[in-house]
């Protein structure tokens, strides 16, 4: 059978599709959950209608990408049984456990208050519709952490045992699972990068109606927070990732050599910036380096000893029997580096736009140019900074949206293939782990349906993104401004109406 059409590979093609199409959403439901609720946190304290109606704008645009990422989350488990049946049978007892908790618990108590918070808007006082929301960012956190630590356990199995005559693994401590310091680390990385995401996706927004002054009070309301969010999400995302890094050069050698292109271990060992090699060979016939830095990045010493590619598959020959326990190397090394690249100009752009915006606002102004006016941007009051600088400021941040979203799917992909050809690392490598009944046929077919299918979802999640970020902020009814004082109440239970300031 051709290796390119073989069962093993095109289940993890379509796994691969799956979790990478089903990733775009996670980390916006995440963040716009967590926004939104301190967006509409603010109308409750202040009163000031632009919340209430950047509430309602970012709100919308969160449901219709967590309807997304529902949808997509549910065909991605159903791959398990489906494809992945031996996987599914040998590491069930484990792997269930926290993926049990998250449907039981987080999914359930997300589900519940998203619920009361789309249609309670009418019927609940503000501060118990208020705490829906809040209950529906801490949901979305925690079940990200469940499926988090499920997957933790996929790179650093541990808390569990063999039960040599049933020939699975059996979970032995399951709070090992949930608090081992891979689980801490993943998770510090992977929700730093869903603010970093969400202050993006919410600047680029801002970015497209500020460029053409429409709802001025709450775009740059919008800006402003999604700048914050850019910044201190970045920032933490890079704290994270190097403490994740470090993790990782212990747990699993070989893919931070992989990473780095590292096919000898040395002391001290380089960081590379740019590499080009023989991977049959096993040596870089280009490398671009700066010395010592990786020995720093993995073990705070300028000069301590890295092991390589081949140290490491050496090793691993001898410890668990004859292979090539080698990763892609190229889809390692640049997809470290996209990740890496995308998300960190995106922190970058954002504190840009910090600087930008510190003091005045950025808003289009108009040049006269003989009869015609040209329209420009400038910045106010530092116009010795000149147009040409604030209007590609505004179109990079626009682009800037998507700029996280590329990471977060670069840095899954080194992340998943990294490891191979493990599918628990150490444990249960990737080929014994398909399902032995599942023909190439079923397979490919399935694969080509579901992937057909996400196109489509694909079209129709952006044509309603772009109409609903066309439309900008809605206007507020009488009900909106005078919400309930008590529970199934209506607007005409409130004492008095609320007065508002811009």
Not at 256 to 278: I, K, N, R
Not at 319 to 326: E, S, T, V
Not at 468 to 488: R, S
């Amino acid at each position: 059978m051709d290796l390119a059409l073989a069962p093993e590979t095109l289940a993890r093609w379509q796994f691969g599709i799956t979790t990478v199409y089903h990733f775009l959403f996670v980390p916006l439901t995440i963040s716009l959950a967590a926004l939104t609720a301190g967006l509409e946190t603010a109308w409750v304290r202040t009163g000031n209608e632009k919340y209430l109606r950047a509430t309602k704008f970012w709100g919308k645009l969160f449901l219709i990408n967590i309807a997304m990422g529902v949808v997509t989350g549910i065909v991605q488990e159903f791959q398990f049984g489906m494809n992945w049946s031996d996987y599914s049978r040998f590491v069930g007892d484990v792997f269930g456990a926290p993926l049990a908790f998250e449907a039981l618990i987080a999914f359930f108590f997300e589900s519940t208050f998203i619920g009361l918070w789309i249609f309670g808007w009418d019927k609940l006082p503000k501060k118990i519709h208020l705490a829906c929301m809040w209950m529906v960012s801490i949901g979305t956190i925690l079940s990200a952490y469940f499926i988090l630590a499920a997957n933790s356990w996929m790179q650093h199995p541990v808390g569990y045992r063999i039960n040599e005559q049933r020939g699975r693994a059996e979970l032995t401590d399951f709070w090992l699972v949930l608090t081992q310091n891979t689980a801490l680390a993943q998770a510090f990385h992977t929700l730093s990068a869903a603010f970093l995401t969400g202050g993006a996706f919410m600047v680029g927004i801002a970015a497209f109606h500020l460029a053409r002054k429409k709802h001025i009070l709450v775009m740059k309301t919008s800006l402003r927070l999604g700048l914050v969010t850019v910044v201190i999400g970045g920032m933490f995302t890079a704290i994270s990732g190097d403490v994740l890094g470090k993790i990782m050069y212990e747990q699993q050698p070989m893919k931070m050599a992989a990473a780095e292109a590292l096919w000898d271990g040395e002391a001290p060992a380089p960081f590379s910036v740019f590499a080009y090699g023989d991977v049959d060979k096993g040596h870089n016939k280009v490398a671009i380096e700066i010395p010592g830095l990786l020995s720093f990045l993995a073990k705070d010493d300028f000069s301590s000893y890295v092991p390589g590619i081949n140290d490491v598959n050496k090793a691993e020959q001898e410890r668990y029997g004859p292979g090539d326990y080698r990763p892609n190397i190229p889809v390692a090394y640049w997809g470290f580096r996209w990740m890496i690249g995308f998300g960190m100009t995106s922190l970058t752009i954002g504190l840009v736009g910090l600087w930008l915006t510190r003091k005045k606002f950025l808003l289009p102004q108009h040049l006269r140019v003989g009869d015609d006016e040209v329209p420009y941007l400038v910045l106010l009051p530092r116009k010795a900074l000149g147009p040409t600088l604030t209007k590609w400021y505004w179109r990079i941040a626009f682009l800037t949206l998507g700029f996280p979203l590329i990471a977060n799917s670069w840095g899954w992909i080194f992340t998943e293939m990294g490891r191979q050809p493990w599918v628990v690392y150490g444990v249960l490598q990737t080929r014994d782990a398909v399902s032995p009944g599942v023909s190439q046929g079923e397979v490919l077919t399935s694969m080509i349906v579901f992937t057909t299918l996400y196109a489509i979802l694909a079209v129709i999640e952006v044509k309603l993104l772009a109409k609903y970020i066309k439309a900008g902020p809605p206007e507020l009814t009488e009900a909106d401004l005078n919400p309930p004082t008590k529970i199934g109440g209506d607007s005409r239970d409130a004492d008095k109406p609320m007065a508002f300031s811009y």
